[in-house]
């Protein structure tokens, strides 16, 4: 079973991940949790350079391979192993997160990086993925609080992007998920985060999956 949260920077991804894992294994499940960019060796290094605001004059398709290469690293190395060994895997981000901040966020056509996802992931899509939708001002203030908090000071690059940019990234998913109602849930993060778990277990006791 493979599991992937998405949303913008501060949507409370990583807290409701670690609840995700913490449920399943009280069920008697071993889970995997993984990352992207940064789940693989290769990858921690290509994160250092992606989120880096060294990295300022990155170009989209030098941004876009980059984080494709992550990806195939991440699937040929952690992902499709843990899968294969019968393993809840959540990741923190995937493929989608591509086609949303590259695509409808850069202006690189969504359907062309869907393609590119293809082959990074070698055709292994989640079974789920659980989409964290806030305000771009609430996330944002949330994001840099944590920035500062964590001493991450040199993981800004996004953070520091335009607000347009975020609320496109924010329409962006909204409409890819409605693209991919199969596997997308959409989940209100604007509350508490047992408010917010709730709503992810009511959810995913609803889908069919
Ligand atoms: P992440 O560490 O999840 O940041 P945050 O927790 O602040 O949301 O993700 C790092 C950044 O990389 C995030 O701003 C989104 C961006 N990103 C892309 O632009 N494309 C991608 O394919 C991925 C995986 C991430």
Known sequence: M??????I??????TQVNRLKEYFESLGKEV??????????????????LLSMESQDLTREAELFLYLADRAQHVDQIIRPALEQGQVVISDRYA????????????????????????????????????????????????????????QTDEGRFEAESIDF???????????????KNRFIIVDATGSVDEIFEQIKNKLSDSTF
């Open 96 to 151: 989608d997160s591509t086609v949303v901040y590259q695509g409808y966020g850069r202006g690189l056509d969504p359907q062309i990086l869907h393609s590119f996802n293809e082959i990074a992931t070698r055709g292994i899509w989640p079974d789920l993925t659980i989409l964290l939708d806030l305000p771009v001002e609430i996330g944002l203030k949330r994001a840099v609080t944590r920035n500062l908090q964590t001493k």
């Open 2 to 7: 493979f599991i992937t949260f998405e949303g």
């Open 9 to 14: 920077e501060g949507c409370g991804k990583t």
């Open 32 to 49: 995997l949790v993984t990352l992207e960019p940064g789940g693989s060796r290769l990858g921690k290094t290509l994160r250092k350079i």
């Open 166 to 180: 975020h609320n496109r990234v924010r329409e962006g998913y909204l409409t890819w998920a409605a693209l991919n």
